[in-house]
């Protein structure tokens, strides 16, 4: 998932959208749920690192975002990020708890800033402008963005979308729209991934732009293989992160960042990554 940076009114105007984030929000789900509920009680895991709920490393999320983060057929959250933060939880002698809120919220910094989880894990693209708000780890997945569209259309990039006048949609706050609005489009924006990809079976939209790894995952259905298909693939040079509250505890970001470190050394990630998606780092296409 997936903004740029401002001039200094610029970013009081932001600070005000952020404290009304926050009073709206009251720091809860928006469209989503708490799969367990985070405290402000505080608590320190092994380490030293401060926690928001005793043993406790709570993860805020926005579900579904398959492979990434999405419940299992038990109802279990599960997913490539689940597995990431849950080898840090493991390294500082903690449970991961997750938190699904709204992806608006996460990106803004809200969550994190009001105690509402530790960390942030949702396929989030780290930006300029994000990190005027959110300390980020450093870079865990790299990320690029593609065209899913019904089959039939002809259409091949986004220069063929725009020339055959197909209606595009595109997932709200994300890089994915980012990008395709720098590309003069105007495209139909909802508000999570499901409801997208909703939208592209009901011809509501005729090709829709989302992370590379979502459209292999959906395209795995036999439902969806038979009636869509990848057009393009757009590398936008994008990379996820780990998002933790801005002026983040030192002693957490270190421990995300050696323990991201340390699995990319020991075989720990590729084990992971060929577990969600089938295929090992920079294989994906």
Wanted: glycine share 12%.
């Amino acid at each position: 998932m997936a903004l740029w940076p401002r001039s200094s009114r610029g970013q009081a105007i932001g600070a005000l959208a952020l404290t009304a984030v926050l009073a709206l929000s009251g720091c809860g789900g928006g469209s989503g749920s708490s799969s367990t509920s985070a405290t402000t009680g505080g608590g320190t895991a092994a380490g030293g690192a401060k926690l928001v709920t005793p043993g406790k490393l709570t993860t805020c999320t926005n579900i579904p975002y398959e492979p990434f983060q999405f419940k299992d057929a038990s109802g279990k959250v599960v997913g490539f990020d689940v597995d990431i933060v849950d080898l840090v939880a493991k390294k500082l002698g903690v449970q991961q708890q997750i938190v699904d809120i709204d992806f608006a919220v996460i990106k803004s910094g809200a969550a994190m800033a009001t105690g509402k989880c530790d960390v942030a894990a949702a396929g989030m693209t780290i930006t300029p402008e994000r990190k005027q708000n959110i300390t980020f780890s450093e870079p865990y997945f790299d990320a690029t963005q593609a065209l899913l569209a019904k089959k039939g259309t002809g259409a091949k990039s986004l220069e063929d979308v725009k020339a055959k006048g197909l209606k595009l949609g595109a997932q709200a706050s994300t890089t994915g729209l980012d990008y395709v609005k720098k590309h003069g489009f105007d495209p139909t924006e909802y508000a999570d991934s499901s409801k997208e990809l909703l939208a592209l079976q009901a011809g509501q939209a005729d090709v829709i732009v989302q992370d590379l790894p979502v459209v292999l995952t959906w395209l795995k259905k036999p439902e969806i293989a038979d009636k869509f298909e990848l057009i393009a693939s757009l590398d936008t040079g994008e990379q996820y992160g780990i998002g933790l509250k801005k002026n983040a505890d030192p002693v957490l970001l270190k421990t995300i960042n050696d323990t991201i470190t340390q699995a990319k050394a020991d075989g720990t990630y590729e084990k992971i990554f060929v577990k969600w998606f089938g295929k090992k780092p920079g294989e994906l296409s």
